[in-house]
């Protein structure tokens, strides 16, 4: 059969995305109808019951966020874009140590940075705060950033810089004009990626809030399912909510991801 | 999700070189430094400060946190729950990648053929992988559920239910399957570059000397993917260590400690039981492992690095 292989390449994704379906099937069910002794396939009796009381009661949650996702966006690039310039094009004395710091710091386990950074934040009182928040994702993103940024612009060849600098333009202006719109490409997945994992944050979130200002998404799912008489048609429609932005950006910008993933791994 | 980039690519060699930075690099790269000494630099040494000291609930607003030198240590070393934690974090870390990496590279392999719909199909694949740790967590704390998830809905109609997230048996195997359909996408997509960088020359000749399918992925597929396979192993490692997502939403590194990490207990240490210096000393242990693992895949980055970086 000439489709053979698409029909297994079509059951395996059906298989291993079988926990997606689950989640979306448990969102559309009534909370009695999931407790039955043997599940219901499809959602026949569907409500959207579930999305409502996500929506009460995590939709602050989703907000909060989304604040801290893109704070995390602003802050990362921000940080990282110049360090990148200068990384790649500037030749400074000691830039090596700089990329092979970042590197090692990429390694240190998430739960001591959450150990030192709760003693820390409780002296400059940001616990509970979205700064707080913003700054402790970016220790994941900014050296991630630096690192993808600095590997795009070293292929910018050096005459593109050089010309803007014989016509009179500053080290800044040449960022700003030419560097930072060249990049363009490399920024998006940089900001993207930064995005997705503070959108995911749980870490961060849960040893640096106490929840009584704000609680971020991961944060009120996880109290949510830890309820003893967890209501998964709620907890379930919540997940949905929180996945969207990923489902969006794996489609509106796929090779943008492929991209950022790639980065981690395979040298060209 | 986990991010870490090696910004290591082939990169242009370029013939001048000139210190054109001179003050203005420094300028650029103030931010970033500044952001490393303050998030990085003063936290590490605070731990391991903290790491020394009695540091309780109490130190916060006191102020006062006795130095009882190594102290921390020897109690956690001492601390029956430290050689569980060790066992669990090997058995979830072996476990979780071995699984990880072979469904990968197999469904790589599997991918990398040209077919209606294989870059569709491959894209898909990668949605587990982007999305919130918690949610996926949540997603097989309900499928796992003893009465009403669908695992052991399954299960029924063949053989007797699973008490999965309940007994100390079953749980750590639990989140471990959890762990293993996280990680296949990561694998999956390094894996599948990797593949595509070998010559399909290599291919047709092997197919032109009679060698099987077999043959032909364990002399020419296997050989010529083992730089990428030791990266993706490397990273695997580093990522699968501190796990802490999963665990927390799945179990809760329960039940009785079934599936306590080095990972979970430190977190547990520092925010449930507020013994922050032994927190912390688990965290410094911690650290020890995940940086020979990390100097480990840097060395083997290590030839490419001084090339990019003269």
């Given amino acids: ?268 | 999700m986990t991010l870490t980039a090696t910004g290591v690519r082939a990169e242009r060699p370029t013939t001048t070189r000139r210190r054109g930075g001179g003050y203005a690099g420094y300028a650029f790269l103030a931010p970033v430094l500044l952001y490393v000494v303050v998030f990085f630099g003063y936290p590490l040494v605070a731990n391991l400060v903290m790491s020394a000291q009695d540091y309780t609930v109490r130190s916060f607003y006191t102020g006062e946190a006795p130095f009882v030198g190594f102290a921390n240590y020897a109690a956690v070393l001492a601390n029956p729950l430290f050689t569980t934690a060790v066992l669990n974090t090997v058995l979830f870390t072996v476990g979780s990648i071995a699984f990880q990496f072979g469904i990968g590279l197999a469904l790589a392999v599997f991918f990398s053929g040209r077919f209606l719909g294989s870059a569709t199909l491959r894209s898909l694949l990668l949605l587990p992988w982007l999305l919130p740790l918690v949610v996926s967590g949540a997603v097989w704390r309900w499928m796992f559920d003893q009465d009403h998830g669908v695992l052991n809905a399954v299960l029924r109609l063949v053989d007797a239910p699973v008490p999965w997230l309940t007994s100390t048996e079953w749980a750590l195997p639990a989140v471990v399957i959890t762990n293993i359909w996280i990680g296949i996408p990561f694998n999956l997509v390094v894996l599948h570059g990797g593949l595509k960088a070998i010559p399909p020359t290599l291919y047709e000749a092997a197919e032109l000397d009679g060698a099987s399918g077999w043959q032909r992925f364990r002399f020419v597929t296997w050989p010529l993917l083992r730089p990428v396979t030791g990266i993706v192993l490397m990273l695997g490692l580093v990522y699968t260590i501190k796990v802490f997502d999963v665990i927390m939403v799945v179990t809760g590194g329960g039940p009785a400690n079934a599936t306590q990490t080095l990972t979970t207990w430190s977190y547990a240490l520092s925010f449930r039981d507020f013994a922050f210096g032994q927190g912390a000393a688990v965290g410094n242990l911690l650290i020890l492992v995940a940086t020979a693992f990390g100097l480990l895949y840097l060395r083997s980055l290590r030839a490419t690095l001084a090339e990019a970086a003269s």
């Fill in chain 1, 1 to 268: 059969m000439r489709h053979a292989r698409t029909v297994a390449g079509v059951l395996i994704v059906a298989v291993l995305l079988f926990p997606l379906y689950w989640m979306v099937n448990a969102s559309l069910q009534p909370s009695g109808a999931l407790l039955k002794p043997s599940p219901d396939w499809f959602p026949v009796a569907g409500t959207l019951d579930g999305y409502r009381k996500a929506l009460s009661t995590q939709g602050g949650h989703l907000l909060s966020s989304v604040l801290i996702a893109l704070g995390t966006v602003v802050v990362s690039l921000a940080i990282a874009a110049p360090a990148s310039y200068a990384l790649a094009q500037l030749k400074v004395r000691g830039g090596t140590s700089i990329v092979f710091a970042l590197l090692i710091v990429q390694m240190i386990p998430g739960i001591v940075m959450a150990n030192s950074l709760y003693t820390v934040f409780g002296n400059l009182g940001l616990i509970d705060s979205y700064l707080g928040l913003v700054l402790a994702d970016s220790t994941a993103t900014i050296p991630f950033a630096v690192l993808l940024l600095r590997a795009f612009m070293v292929s910018i060849p050096r005459e593109l810089s050089e010309a803007s600098r014989v016509d009179g333009a500053g080290h800044w202006r040449t960022f700003f004009s030419i560097i930072v719109p060249v990049s363009r490409n490399a920024m998006v997945t940089a900001g993207l990626f930064s995005f997705l994992f503070a959108w995911a944050d749980f870490l961060f979130a849960v040893t640096l809030t106490t929840g009584q200002a704000f609680q971020p998404i991961t944060v009120g799912i996880y109290r949510f399912v830890g309820n003893q008489s967890a209501d998964w048609n709620g907890v379930m429609a919540t997940a949905v909510l929180a996945s969207v932005p990923a489902a969006v950006l794996l489609v509106i910008a796929q090779r943008f991801v492929v991209a950022g993933l790639t980065s981690g791994a395979v040298k060209d």
